[in-house]
């Protein structure tokens, strides 16, 4: 889901790290995006990672910008089963489709620069 608090700023490099700010999605500098490019990993107000839902293959594909730890890998965990088992599909906006996200899946698969 999307950060209802980014919303009302649209300035999505105030929630990056400086060491993160660099970063490339979809050949977009991540600090220069008013609104994230796929649903966000936010840990103490702070982005750090993004992940899609990948639904031929029914799982949450994500890439972290610092160390996963177990907390988070369970979060990510949660959230799949949820998804997979009460949602079916998790769209970023009502005319998100598996079809539309398939790039944004393939980059998370990839490996964010």
């Known amino acids: ?16 790290d400086a060491a993160d ?11 220069g995006l008013s609104d994230s490019p796929a649903h966000m990993i936010v840990d103490r107000g702070r982005l750090v990672g993004l992940w899609e839902y990948d639904v031929e293959a029914a799982e949450i594909v994500w890439q972290s910008y610092v160390t996963p730890d177990a907390a988070l890998r369970e979060a990510v965990a949660a959230t799949e089963a949820f998804v997979r ?13 598996p079809r539309s996200r398939a790039p944004r899946v393939a980059e998370l698969r990839a490996g964010i620069s």
Not at 85 to 97: C, H, K, M, V
């Open 21 to 31: 700010g660099g970063r490339t999605f979809l050949n977009q500098p991540m600090n």
């Open 1 to 16: 889901m999307r950060n209802p608090r980014h919303l009302l700023h649209r300035d999505l490099g105030r929630l990056l």
């Open 85 to 97: 088992d009460e949602l079916g599909d998790a769209r970023s906006f009502s005319l998100d489709s």
